[in-house]
């Protein structure tokens, strides 16, 4: 979705979600990954990535990039 957001024309990953691509694709950019996944999981592949569930939980790329800047700034605070 932050690719989305930055408007990006081109994608690579060396891993990506099977969602992520899809979501990419869909949108018109031209994405390529090494490797696909189901999901993205956490450090230790008990859960899904923090960043990943919070994607999930958002309905547009700007409200993501806005729950991620207030994210950061409470951290640097």
Do not use: H, W
């Amino acid at each position: 979705m932050l690719c989305l957001y930055a408007r990006l024309a081109s994608v690579y990953a060396d891993m990506a979600s099977q969602g992520a691509l899809d979501l990419l694709k869909e949108q018109g950019i031209d994405v390529t990954s090494k490797r696909i996944v189901p999901n993205i999981l956490n450090y230790d592949g008990t859960d899904f990535c923090p960043f990943e569930k919070l994607a999930q939980s958002t309905t547009s790329p700007s409200q993501l990039f806005l729950t991620l800047g207030s994210l950061f700034s409470e951290v640097n605070e």
